[in-house]
């Protein structure tokens, strides 16, 4: 099992700055969403955590390894990343490009693969080609390539963002099932679902954390209606809180 934490992070690009000197811990075991308005830095911070952009002051680490001294190939190791946007630099067909997401499982590699297509319902697709799926149908795909390794920590950018309503509670629930013994990290669109489902909220407003804790604690907050800018009516059902704008 893998925690990441972050102490001070800065990021700062063409004046801008991004990411406001922040801290947190996260896992070894847990779900974790991350909401905010757009801009408020949702994307930067999992980049960030996840070494693909470099902080302009602080450090990430991941269990007592500073990120930044990581080889590559370590890093791979203990973290998956999703991306929101994902383009191949080959048009592979669908079942080359999980078995290319499962290479890190040696031997096993190919039986990862097969899992993960059955388990995505990927099976009809595996003789498409990259540039012929629908956006909903890559955003499958992709959680596919990134589970079929299942890596101790997983940051995903809005990976339902473009599925239907019963795909997208199928991937938001097989990223939370993870967390009986793995970390998700998921930046959340869907308010509705991030109460519903995950067990930790993160709130993010100007590149800052301006709440963070137990789901149904962030869901009573008032600072999440201030960093959406709103005033929400709060509804307890059985399945969940309903956050509605007044």
Not at 53 to 71: I, M, N, Y
Not at 75 to 86: D, E, K, N
Not at 232 to 245: A, H, M, S
């Amino acid at each position: 099992m893998t925690t990441i934490s972050a102490d001070g992070l800065f990021l700062k690009r063409g004046g801008a700055t991004l990411l406001a000197g922040l801290s947190l811990s996260l896992g070894p075991a847990s779900s974790v969403a991350v909401i905010g308005p757009n801009g408020a830095g949702k994307s930067m911070l999992l980049k960030t955590l996840a070494g693909i952009e470099t902080p302009t002051a602080g450090r990430v680490c991941v269990g007592d390894h500073d990120l930044a001294l990581l080889s590559s190939a370590a890093r791979a190791r203990q973290i998956g990343y999703l991306p929101q946007h994902f383009e191949p630099h080959w048009d592979l067909r669908v079942a080359e490009l999980v078995r290319l997401g499962a290479e890190r499982m040696g031997h096993q590699a190919r039986d990862a693969a097969d899992r993960a297509i059955a388990r995505f319902g990927l099976g009809l697709l595996c003789a498409r080609r990259w540039s012929t799926l629908s956006g909903g149908e890559r955003a499958r795909v992709l959680l596919a390539m990134v589970l079929a390794v299942d890596p101790p920590a997983l940051l995903a950018d809005e990976p339902a963002a473009s599925l239907d309503i019963r795909h997208r509670i199928d991937v938001v629930q097989a990223l939370v099932a993870r967390a009986t013994d793995r970390l998700s990290v998921v930046v959340m669109h869907d308010l509705d679902l991030t109460f519903r489902f995950f067990d930790n909220v993160i709130v993010m407003d100007a590149g800052r954390i301006v709440a963070h804790g137990r789901a149904q604690n962030v869901f009573d907050d008032l600072r999440l209606d201030s960093a959406f800018g709103v005033r929400f009516e709060r509804l307890k059902t059985p399945y969940g809180g309903l956050l509605r704008p007044k």
